[in-house]
């Protein structure tokens, strides 16, 4: 009986309606710009230690991998299923401002100036994409 309720309530006028203004935030070319960047913005955190050369600080690398990746598994479940991920934009938001804090917090004074800016950098833009995607989410489904 479940089954037949759950499969009800997928078909209910209002449910089918916000997924459709949720499909309909994503296929805007802004947001597909803005998740694009993001995901290339999280695989450059994921991979910022070995590029810009900080991998020798191993607590800020592994930060820097973890988080990374955790952002760009988020801006894949904004694409593939905006209607049930579009609240977590904001958790993606919180990783950009971790990004940005993380060389003082993790390395401390062990950070270094290059470090520093990359995380500076990357945690900026992906905070300014997940609250492009956040907005475009937002204005859509308040239609």
């Known amino acids: 009986m479940a ?21 309909a935030a994503m296929a805007n070319p802004g947001a597909q710009a803005a998740e694009g960047v993001g995901l290339l913005t999280g695989l450059y955190i994921a991979a910022s230690p070995w590029i810009v050369g900080f991998s ?3 607590p800020l690398a592994i930060s820097n991998l973890i988080v990374g990746l955790a952002f ?14 579009h609240g977590m934009s904001w958790a993606a ?8 804090v993380a060389p003082w917090v ?3 004074p062990a ?19 997940a609250l492009a995607i956040t907005g475009i989410g937002m204005a859509k489904t308040k239609r």
């Open 93 to 100: 938001v919180g990783i950009g401002v971790w990004t940005i």
């Open 72 to 85: 760009m598994f988020m801006l894949v479940g904004f694409g593939s299923a905006f209607e049930r991920t």
């Open 3 to 23: 089954e037949s309720t759950r499969s009800n309530i997928e078909q209910h006028p209002d449910i089918m309606a916000l997924r459709a203004r949720s499909e």
């Open 111 to 129: 950070a270094v100036g290059g470090t520093i800016l990359s995380n500076v950098i990357a945690g900026g833009v992906g905070i300014l994409m």
């Open 56 to 58: 020798a600080n191993t």
């Open 106 to 108: 993790v390395a401390g």
